[in-house]
């Protein structure tokens, strides 16, 4: 079957079988994603997982840590074993990567952002994980010796630099972490409320990797946008700086292994 097909059937298996498809999109990495009309819920986001380890940590993440941003994040429905398919509450608004918006209303959405990952950090106790940079820095050495000549001799060994330095640092605290906290997955409704949207990446983690991708592909050009996030997540210590800082090459590497041929 088409993905279209598997997805409405795990969404009729899930939901009942007067369920109708009124939209359907890739979302990242070209997940399959179908939105549903249904008579008990009104309309749904029904989402396809790519494997199992993506379906296991969606859907844990909507039941124990998404209850946290209450009408900031959708709720889950329905649960899908196989194939692995989740169905979520449709929220509305348009990813914030997709809009043109003034200055003004960025900072505010990133105001606003910066309260729903602090909320988001602070959903269950923190944990601690001895040995959790050794294996971030391992992890990242496997997505480097994927990336294979995307990068030169010399961009190779300041990424593995910092990798080896990863690898020291003792920090083992842990809290839950959304890990593709990104514009796109930011919905901004037309009253300008933000939510949050796509927890497949969510584990327990290093809580300043949820800035990573901000920090390097952001606000380089914005220093506003990092004020205004910082005005309400709370200010960004030494520690913090260098945790983003080394494990900037992860991001890069596995960047760079995804785009490979």
Request: proline share 3%.
């Given at each position: 079957m088409t993905s279209l097909k598997v997805v409405l059937a795990a969404a009729r298996a899930m939901l009942g079988s007067d369920t109708k498809p009124i939209g359907q999109h890739h979302g990242h990495n070209h997940t399959p994603l179908l939105r549903v009309r249904t008579s008990a819920y009104g309309d749904v986001i029904v989402k396809l997982h790519r494997n199992p380890q993506r379906h296991g940590q969606e859907v844990h993440a909507y039941r124990m840590w998404a209850p946290a941003l209450g009408d900031a994040a959708p709720q889950l429905i329905a649960v899908n074993g196989d194939p692995p398919a989740i169905a979520i509450t449709a929220l509305p608004g348009t990813p914030l990567a997709h809009l043109n918006l003034t200055a003004a209303e960025e900072r505010d959405a990133y105001t606003q952002a910066g309260r729903l990952l602090r909320q988001f950090h602070a959903a269950a106790p923190?944990?601690?994980?001895?040995?959790?940079?050794?294996?971030?820095?391992?992890?990242?050495?496997?997505?480097?010796?994927?990336?294979?000549?995307?990068?030169?001799t010399t961009e190779r060994r300041c990424i593995q630099q910092h990798l080896d330095e990863l690898a020291s640092l003792k920090v083992e605290t842990l809290t839950p972490c959304h890990l593709d906290f990104m514009p796109r997955n930011l919905?901004?409704?037309?009253?300008?409320?933000?939510?949050?949207?796509?927890?497949?990446?969510?584990?327990?983690?290093?809580?300043?990797?949820?800035?990573?991708?901000?920090?390097?592909?952001?606000?380089?050009?914005?220093?506003?946008?990092?004020?205004?996030?910082?005005?309400?997540?709370?200010?960004?210590?030494?520690?913090?700086?260098?945790?983003?800082?080394?494990?900037?090459?992860?991001?890069?590497?596995?960047?760079?292994?995804?785009?490979?041929?």
């Open positions: 923190t944990r601690q994980r001895p040995g959790w940079c050794a294996y971030l820095a391992s992890r990242g050495e496997q997505w480097l010796a994927k990336a294979g000549s995307r990068f030169s919905l901004r409704a037309k009253d300008g409320t933000l939510r949050i949207i796509d927890f497949e990446h969510a584990r327990y983690d290093l809580s300043a990797r949820d800035l990573v991708r901000l920090t390097t592909r952001i606000w380089n050009d914005r220093p506003d946008l990092k004020n205004a996030f910082h005005s309400t997540y709370g200010q960004q210590s030494d520690l913090d700086a260098c945790v983003i800082k080394l494990c900037t090459a992860i991001d890069n590497a596995s960047l760079a292994a995804s785009t490979s041929p």
